[in-house]
């Protein structure tokens, strides 16, 4: 049905950049939220940033000035691009997205993940 697929992720140098991509397919009618979450080995999942379709953006307090979301609604993908990124940011992260799947003659409401794409920042 509706499928989630992160790309972006890899190695990086403390300090360095990288940017995720999260693209959204399948009977989708549309989208309330995108959003990004992360989750480091011992560590629970966690908001990174999140941005719903009136443009209202969330972002946690430890990613404030350095990480960025967009969103492109035409083509129900959304970024994520970190800057300054520190051995602190090295998680899985995942995409998360809450939709309304589209049917004949009514949408429901839906909730899906990404399989997730690592993000490793290491010197």
């Known amino acids: 049905q509706v499928q989630l697929v992160e790309s972006g992720g890899g190695l990086v140098q403390p300090g360095g950049s990288l940017r995720l991509s999260c693209v959204a397919s399948?009977?989708?009618?549309?989208?309330?939220?995108m959003g990004w979450y992360r989750q480091a080995p011992g560590r629970q999942r966690e908001l990174v940033a999140d941005?719903?379709?009136?443009?209202?953006?969330n972002y946690a307090d430890s990613v404030k000035g350095r990480f960025t979301i967009s969103r492109d609604a035409a083509k129900n993908t959304v970024y994520l691009q970190m800057m300054s990124l520190k051995p602190e940011d090295a998680a899985i992260y995942y995409c998360?997205?809450?939709?309304?799947?589209?049917?004949?003659?009514?949408?429901?409401?839906?909730?899906?993940w990404g399989q997730g794409t690592q993000v490793t920042v290491s010197s």
């Open positions: 998360n997205v809450d939709l309304n799947l589209r049917s004949f003659l009514t949408t429901r409401r839906a909730n899906y």
């Open positions: 399948g009977p989708i009618s549309g989208i309330n939220v």
């Open positions: 941005i719903s379709s009136g443009g209202s953006i």
